[in-house]
Every structure is written in structure tokens, then in C-alpha cells.
């Protein structure tokens, strides 16, 4: 398996080109501060900004298993523009599946819904992906925010 940081990278990259191929332009920031990629809207200006996680996972019998780690402060602290969270999880050998959010959804499941594991500085998040392509984590159906590409439509 491909060290941690290729694994992020290619994540990073899959992101990229998928908004790319809906007509945004999209950068990465020189100071890595909690903004992994900033998504521009170059007719109106709009700017948003992600952060993007990404995880093998591993196979279980009918289903495969991915685990993420993001700081309770990017999850608490809200700023403007306003952080958008995608969960990036390679399944099989060439397909990428994509779970979004804004910083204010996954801010209610983990403080009102109890997802995840909260430790002192950071939050360990265990998504399930099954075979009929539901996503769960922590009893929470997230199948809504997988391949939920809503907030940045095809231009």
C-alpha cells in the first residue's frame, strides 16, 4: 500500500479534477493551515474552502471500512467562507467515491448525533460503504452526502 501521504495527495488530486471537470478553478493554498483546496466560481467570485480527507479503508465481507481523522477545531470553529469537508475513500482498484459536507453538518452529527470518537484535539471517524452503496458512521446513514456534488453544480 502506497505511504499516507501519496494516499492524501491522490485524494487532494481526485477532488481537484472532479470540480475541475464542473468548470471551477481550484488551487491548492501555499501555507497548509486546515485549507487543503480553494474552489473559485471565476463569474461570480464565489470561493469555497475544503478540506479533504482520505482513506483506503479496509475490506470487511460485504463491505469496506474507512477511517479519517479531523480536528475538533476545523469541526467546532466556524469562519467565513465557510469549510466544506469532503471524505474521500478509494474503492477498488480505480474508483474514487466522494461523501460531502459543510463544517456545520458534520458539526451536528458529532456533537448532537454522537459520530465518531472524540478524543482531546481530534475526531476519529469510521465510515461504513456496503455493497448496495450505503454509507454509515456511528448509526448515522450518511448516504445522502455520498457523491453530493449539490453545492457546486455543473457550470
Given at each position: ?102 463544517r456545520a453538518v ?10 465518531g470518537s472524540n ?34 453544480p455543473e457550470i
Open positions: 500500500m502506497a505511504a499516507t501521504q501519496y494516499v492524501g495527495k491522490a485524494g487532494h488530486l481526485a477532488v481537484m479534477g472532479e470540480l475541475c471537470l464542473r468548470g471551477y478553478n481550484v488551487s491548492i493554498p501555499e501555507i497548509d493551515k486546515g485549507d487543503d483546496v480553494f474552489v473559485v466560481k471565476d463569474d461570480s467570485g464565489a470561493m469555497w474552502r475544503l478540506q479533504v480527507k482520505t482513506s483506503i479503508g479496509s475490506a470487511n465481507k460485504e463491505s469496506r471500512r474507512y477511517q479519517f481523522r479531523v480536528k475538533n477545531g476545523a469541526i467546532q470553529k466556524a469562519q467565513t467562507p465557510e469549510l466544506y469537508f469532503i471524505f474521500v475513500m478509494r474503492k477498488g482498484a480505480r474508483t474514487w467515491r466522494f461523501l460531502t459536507m459543510d458534520l458539526k451536528n452529527y458529532v456533537n448532537n448525533h454522537k459520530m478524543g482531546q484535539d481530534f475526531t476519529q471517524l469510521y465510515i461504513t460503504l456496503d455493497k448496495n452503496n450505503i454509507a454509515t458512521c456511528s448509526g448515522q446513514d450518511l448516504t445522502s452526502h455520498l457523491e453530493n456534488w449539490d453545492t457546486w
